[in-house]
């Protein structure tokens, strides 16, 4: 069965420090990766994804992951953390045109 | 940009009463799936749609639930008879032929009393 993991329920990171919010993948065949955040009362807002290529891929507002195939991880990244980053991250994962499973989600707090 | 919609926002309801959860998906996409994420947890697959018909769905999606796209706009989700635990926040998602990634809606809160 096809899995994500995202092992801290928490990050929290001072405004200007480098984050990451780690995730951990478990998908048979080739993985389709997906960061998404999602803000108080709102919906899944998409990032980034990894479907093929370069292992460091680049989203939305500055974030980056890194696909590391060895390591089954798909880790996000931002080098300088704004307050605005605040919210809840959901890393996401499928093999192609099947339904999304995603991790628990992971509650970014930037203090300023 | 177009955006996938979702009506209504807010639903309170009585239980054993039946709901029916709106989408008005992207236009070009072909796609379509309805997610529910209870308070808390994890966001979770109910069911997938493709070609007027369902083609994947968990065994949360029981004999209970069913989606319609009633008129090649909307896509609805109905509740027959909503229990407690139906209380959950429902998401709609479309994705385009071609594309990867699932574009979602707000959400619609259901509350069941």
């Known amino acids: 069965a096809q899995s994500v993991a995202q092992p801290e329920d928490q990050v929290n990171v001072a405004e200007g420090n480098p984050l990451t919010v780690k995730c951990t993948y478990s998908?048979?065949?080739?993985?389709?990766l997906f960061w998404y955040v999602q803000y108080p009362n709102r919906g899944l807002q998409f990032l980034l994804k990894?479907?093929?290529?370069?292992?460091l891929v680049k989203g939305s507002y500055g974030f980056e992951a890194e696909f590391n195939k060895s390591q089954t991880s798909f880790h996000l990244k931002k080098p300088s953390a704004l307050v605005s980053d605040s919210a809840l991250y959901f890393c996401?994962?499928?093999?192609?045109?099947?339904?999304?499973?995603f991790g628990k989600g992971t509650r970014l707090s930037v203090i300023a | 940009e177009p955006e996938v919609t979702q009506t209504p926002s807010h639903q309170v309801t009585q239980m054993g009463q039946e709901v029916i959860l709106r989408c008005v998906p992207i236009?070009?996409?072909?796609?379509f799936y309805w997610y529910r994420q209870i308070l808390g947890q994890k966001v979770e697959f109910l069911v997938s749609?493709?070609?007027?018909?369902?083609?994947?769905k968990s065994e949360i999606f029981d004999d209970q639930f069913s989606v319609e796209r009633p008129d090649g706009s909307n896509f609805t989700l109905k509740i027959r008879s909503t229990k407690l635990e139906d209380s959950a926040m429902y998401f709609c998602?479309?994705?385009?032929?071609?594309?990867?990634?699932?574009?979602f809606g707000p959400g619609t809160r259901l509350t069941v009393t």
């Open positions: 996401a994962a499928d093999s192609g045109n099947t339904p999304l499973v």
């Open positions: 998908v048979s065949g080739n993985p389709y």
């Open positions: 990894y479907i093929t290529g370069d292992n």
């Open positions: 236009s070009n996409h072909l796609y």
């Open positions: 749609f493709y070609n007027n018909e369902i083609s994947e």
């Open positions: 998602a479309s994705i385009g032929t071609g594309s990867y990634e699932q574009y």
